[in-house]
């Protein structure tokens, strides 16, 4: 089965038809323009060598060849077997903040979508590595629990909201130490050897009132577990809206009346990340911020986990890049004008008198 390495990079075909229907109207433009100039039927005395199919045909090649070369840079590639090889990669724990705050709209769509989509695109950039999740409000429990099936993730990911937890608050201690139970510390049945392969992600807003998560931090970090932290939201602050059947219904108030709002505490998400001797990156409307925690990521000690099965590739590039090259010089060897010495008419008329 064929697939694509880079398939983003299809959407340029996108282009051809409009390039196709830009072509199009320029030359009717073109036309009507000569028909105000001139009768079209003194276009033959007029411009004697001109021809109506050999610019379309030059076009199309060209046309041909732009597509042929987008899907060489995407690159098709064929499975041609599936080999043995060696899982290796390091243990992440990822701890989301589901408390309401998360639902505020200082970065679109909000808070908690925003992370859901920084989650894929961490992802998206890890190899092999073994991934848990961890939601947390007033307190944490595991969502999912150590995979290296990413799809499995994101199915659990998606279903995701702040309802998942009543006890609200945001009690980032409780889940560092939930993440790290996930690693198997303090697990009696299982035997914990300190490494360097782990590390935890915490992303959130930071407005933390439960817990001490620098000891938290400082516990892990002691552990050999890296600590990162990626902060969600503005530091102006924003009121966080109130939902009732789906339907916005307000901003949520204190008990004096007065519109509550919830601002990104950078202080505090630095503070635990230089206990965890890890990184702070901010998020915001353009970047995730993930690309510094994965540098450290593959930096960390890797594990083995046993022999698995890959499916070997084959690029298969070499092809739709001929066809281009092929169709480039023919569109080269295609003259827009007629020659008067060297056409079929001429060669038949000659074949005729001898």
């Not at 989509?117 to 007033?138: E, H, K, M, P, Q």
């Amino acid at each position: 089965m064929i697939h694509f390495e880079h398939p983003q990079i299809i959407w340029f075909l996108l282009l051809i038809p409009l390039g196709v229907g830009l072509w199009i109207w320029l030359s009717i433009r073109n036309k009507r323009r000569l028909e105000q100039f001139a009768d079209h039927s003194m276009f033959g005395r007029l411009i004697p060598d001109a021809s109506r199919w050999r610019p379309a045909v030059k076009y199309g090649l060209i046309m041909l060849a732009s597509a042929f070369l987008i899907l060489a840079l995407a690159n098709p590639q064929e499975g041609s077997k599936m080999v043995k090889g060696e899982r290796i990669g390091s243990d992440i724990a990822i701890c989301l903040d589901i408390s309401n705050s998360m639902m505020a709209e200082d970065i679109q769509p909000n808070r908690l979508e925003r992370s859901k989509r920084t989650i894929n695109n961490l992802l998206s950039s890890l190899g092999s590595d073994r991934i848990s999740l961890v939601v947390f409000a007033g307190s944490s429990y595991v969502q999912m629990p150590l995979t290296n099936d990413y799809s499995a993730v994101k199915l659990f990911l998606d279903q995701i909201d702040c309802s998942l937890i009543s006890a609200q608050g945001t009690a980032i201690g409780d889940a560092i130490e939930k993440g790290m139970e996930t690693f198997g510390y303090g697990d009696p049945d299982r035997e914990w050897v300190k490494n360097q392969g782990r590390a935890i992600i915490v992303i959130s807003d930071g407005e933390n009132f439960e817990d001490d998560a620098e000891a938290a931090a400082r516990k892990a970090a002691s552990e050999g577990i890296l600590v990162c932290t990626i902060g969600m939201g503005l530091t102006e602050g924003t009121p966080i809206p109130e939902y009732r059947n789906g339907q916005r219904v307000g901003y949520k108030r204190d008990n004096s009346g007065n519109t509550v709002t919830t601002h990104l505490d950078e202080a505090t998400l630095t503070s635990i990340a230089h206990a965890g001797k890890g990184v702070y990156v901010r998020a915001n409307n353009i970047n995730s911020g993930v690309q510094e925690i994965v540098s450290l990521i593959e930096g960390l000690e890797k594990d083995h986990y046993g022999e698995a099965m890959f499916s070997e590739y084959e690029s298969r590039y070499q092809y739709p890049l001929a066809a281009a090259i092929v169709c480039l010089l023919a569109e080269l060897f295609i003259f827009e004008r007629r020659n008067r010495k060297f056409n079929i008419d001429n060669l038949l008329n000659r074949h005729k008198t001898l």
